[in-house]
């Protein structure tokens, strides 16, 4: 099993930033992405960044060139940091860790999420 544990969620001011932290614990041998997604009220979950275990990140297009995910695998932790908020950025942002073999996924864990509200 594995426990995700994010943090640094909050209130923030449009234009503004701020860093989002997910802690793993457990069995993380097996884990070759992780990713943050993000899900609005009234909308789908959606996909917000991911790196693999070799460091090779991806971001869609609404989040390009503002949003950076990071790792730190001596503390097992994955970083979102985040800038230029918009409004609609407002949302819980998920940690999300998984397993891989291709394009399958064999194992996906979830965090609690954490609350992120970009004011205007």
């Known amino acids: 099993q594995l426990q995700l544990v994010e943090s640094g969620g909050g209130l923030v001011q449009s234009g503004g930033s701020l860093r989002l932290s997910c802690v793993a614990s457990?069995?993380?041998?097996?884990?070759?992405?992780m990713g943050w997604y993000r899900q609005a009220p009234g909308k789908q979950r959606e996909l917000v960044a991911t790196?693999?275990?070799?460091?090779?990140?991806s971001y869609p297009d609404s989040v390009k060139g503002r949003f950076t995910i990071s790792r730190d695998n001596a503390k097992n932790t994955v970083y979102l940091q985040m800038n230029s908020l918009k409004p609609e950025d407002t949302a819980v942002y998920y940690c999300?860790?998984?397993?891989?073999?291709?394009?399958?996924?064999?194992?996906?864990?979830w965090g609690q999420g954490t609350q992120v509200t970009v004011s205007s």
């Open positions: 999300n860790a998984r397993k891989t073999l291709g394009s399958i996924i064999v194992t996906s864990y």
């Open positions: 790196i693999t275990s070799g460091g090779s990140s």
């Open positions: 457990g069995s993380i041998f097996s884990i070759n992405v």
